[in-house]
């Protein structure tokens, strides 16, 4: 079994989970803070980000409205490319969510992949925040 690395980000956001929701789930939205898609929230649905540098395929694995959304995140050739899940769990608090972020499947041998998600991720989750900020 070839041993794995995660990323895990959380962050108390001052909004409610279905501010957040509406940014993780919403196409035009994630190309705001993530890249161009074609996603939709349905367990199964297979999609493409989309950036200058290339493509990343992606399958939603899970999808628990308001509360939690999986999918894999498989960059690169079978061979030395990144097959990883990224899992999003949004909490309640009295102020507004709590929002974990992550990323599993680094295998030993990929630093760009790993070092690469190490500092979007941050940039990314800061980007969700302003978008849900905004008014409706």
Not at 44 to 71: I, M, N, Q, S
Request: with cysteine.
């Amino acid at each position: 079994m070839t041993e794995t690395r995660s990323i895990v980000i959380e962050r108390d956001i001052a909004h409610p989970p279905e501010k957040i929701w509406r940014a993780l789930t919403t196409p035009h939205l994630i190309e705001e803070w993530l890249m161009k898609n074609a996603f939709a929230p349905i367990a199964g649905h297979r999609f493409k980000l989309r950036a200058d540098w290339g493509t990343v395929d992606c399958e939603v694995l899970a999808v628990e409205p308001g509360r939690a959304l999986a999918y894999s995140w498989n960059a690169g050739d079978d061979e030395t490319g990144l097959r990883s899940t990224v899992t999003w769990t949004l909490t309640p608090t009295p102020t507004g969510t709590r929002l974990r972020m992550e990323q599993s499947g680094f295998r030993k041998g990929q630093p760009h992949y790993y070092g690469g998600a190490m500092a979007g991720w941050p940039r990314m989750i800061d980007t969700i925040e302003a978008i849900a900020a905004r008014p409706d």
